[in-house]
């Protein structure tokens, strides 16, 4: 099921080649092994966490957590390549280590007092930072981006990205026997549950709605509230509240039905003692003058249980549906569920699943989950094509025979519906557009493309059209930046390159 993941996680895997290219896994003691280096599974949870708390990445779905877990391993594993290289080609002496810990320290008495357990974790804190400095300093960075770079290259392209709405050709061959060889088939099994209807109909009964409201009636309590109108003023001298009004220096505001705590305490005082349509004198706050008008007074009031009943049964129903167990599917169920079968392939896959269901992550290939109030179980399976009916073969052969035509057509902007928009620029190294990585090639086309120019670009399933819509300035110091980051990057993966690397997949997902 390989052609499945790739296609719908194109984007992610493009970024993860790490991810899924080490050297098989053997030991049962670390997840990943980095030359000398092993991690076990506490180190990489607790790294894990930290990169979470650092980026402020909280609350994933199940989907975000993967893909976020993607780049940090990544990114990890450069780290471990890089320290690991430093700790083999950089020596230091620990007389030398000492020397720069008393530095840094700054405190001649506090260093003599380190017993010892304190003094050999902290130089083994600030050695990384010793080989890094090191390492940093025989790059020189800076001056490698010493040089101007050349005005016409910073330039940020804006494109409009096309689909082909209009065709006015129909497919010159078929391509029968490619297809059916390069693509797989797959049978989608799914169940979709009334969730809702099942929970208000089976689970919740006038009883417990009625013995919600007398044990929760504070819930229920309807604040006391004001209607009422407020002029603020520089001038404290003024009673008349109608001139005020119409006065266009003063600031006028209508508060309707305003909950009695929102309400600024001095206000609310003398609101408290005013008749209906009665302004008050000034009210100092401050360097300010509130004049105040009150318009009408609700009394605080306990709701009646007709009046909240529909909304304790949608609270109730909601509670239900938020602690309910999708692994525990009772016969009760079935007479709210829908059945539907799907057939689909890793050429075009979500265009033949309704886009109701597009949501589903179908890469699980096998889940439950809860939406919008339904319960939709699903199951994902290889089928073959003796198993699909003549329509939906011809379907998909249809599908794919188009693809190949409009590879061969050209196309008119009239002819084209622009569906989104990207940006690239001269220094633009990778590119994802609808999902899918382009090849150098195509980026090297799209990165040059020239102002009313329509380029075609030939994706996995889809032909599209890219034209310039807006051309700005770059920041040259981000560009520079840039270079560096990918001087660096060029490094660490020419250093990883020297190590056997092992990653326990299997293992680091189900964490």
């Known amino acids: 099921m390989k052609k499945l993941i790739i296609i719908f996680f194109s984007a992610a895997l493009g970024i993860s080649f790490l991810f899924i290219g080490f050297g098989s896994y053997v030991s049962t003691n670390h997840v990943i092994k980095l030359g000398n280096t092993k991690i076990t599974t506490n180190e990489f949870n607790e790294a894990y966490d930290s990169y979470k708390v650092e980026n402020e990445i909280s609350n994933l779905s199940e989907d975000q957590d993967l893909y976020a877990k993607i780049q940090f391993l ?37 260093f003599k007092n380190l017993d010892e357990t304190i003094l050999q974790n902290s130089i083994k804190e600030i050695e990384k930072g010793i080989h890094a400095d090191i390492f940093n300093n025989s790059l020189n960075a800076p001056d490698l981006v010493k040089g101007d770079i050349f005005e016409e290259l910073l330039v940020q392209k804006n494109l409009d990205i096309y689909e082909i709405g209009i065709r006015n050709y129909q497919p010159s061959n078929s391509h029968e026997e490619e297809f ?22 089976e689970l919740i009964t006038s009883e417990i709605i009625n013995q919600y409201f007398e044990e929760n009636s504070e819930e229920f309590i309807e604040p006391k509230r004001y209607t009422y109108e407020q002029i603020i003023s520089v001038n404290g001298n003024e009673n008349d509240f109608n001139l005020l009004k119409e006065n266009q220096e003063n600031q006028f505001k209508l508060f309707e039905a305003v909950d009695e705590k929102l309400i600024l305490p001095k206000v609310k005082e003398k609101l408290d003692i005013l008749n209906l349509n009665e302004a008050s004198p000034p009210i100092q706050i401050g360097e300010k003058y509130f004049y105040v008008k009150l318009n009408e007074v609700r009394e605080q009031k306990i709701k009646s249980f007709d009046e909240v009943k ?9 509670n239900e549906i938020d602690n309910f167990d999708t692994n525990n599917i009772t016969d009760q169920m079935n007479k709210y569920k829908n059945s539907f079968i799907f057939y689909s392939n890793t050429f075009n896959f979500l265009e033949n699943i309704p886009s109701d269901y597009h949501f589903i992550n179908f890469n699980d290939f096998d889940n439950s989950l809860i939406h919008e109030k339904k319960l939709i179980e699903y199951s994902v399976k290889n089928s073959d094509i003796k198993d699909l009916s003549t329509e939906i073969k011809s379907k998909f052969l249809e599908s794919y025979d188009i693809y190949k035509e409009d590879i061969i057509q050209s196309h008119s902007e009239d002819e084209l519906i622009k569906t989104g928009s990207v940006q690239v620029n001269y220094f633009t190294d990778s590119l994802t557009v609808k999902g899918f990585f382009l090849s150098e090639d195509d980026l090297e086309n799209v990165v040059t493309i020239k102002q009313n120019n329509l380029l075609k670009v030939s994706l996995p399933n889809e032909v599209i059209y890219l034209k310039v819509n807006e051309v700005s300035k770059i920041d040259p110091l981000n560009i520079k930046q840039n270079i560096v980051n990918l001087i660096y990057s060029a490094i660490i993966n020419q250093i990883k390159n020297d190590y056997e690397i092992e990653v326990n997949n299997q293992e680091i997902l189900n964490l």
Not at 74 to 86: S, T, W
Not at 93 to 108: G, R
Not at 182 to 188: A, G, L, S, V, W
């Open 74 to 110: 990544n990114e990890y594993i450069n780290e471990l390549a890089y320290e690991e290289f430093l700790n083999e080609k950089i020596k230091i002496s620990e007389n030398s280590k000492k020397v720069i810990l008393k530095k840094s320290l700054n405190n001649d008495e506090l």
């Open 180 to 201: 059916f060889e390069n693509y797989e088939i797959y049978k989608i099994e799914l169940n979709n549950y009334d969730l809702k209807q099942y929970v208000e109909e």
């Open 310 to 318: 529909e909304e304790i049964n949608e609270k109730l129903i909601q």
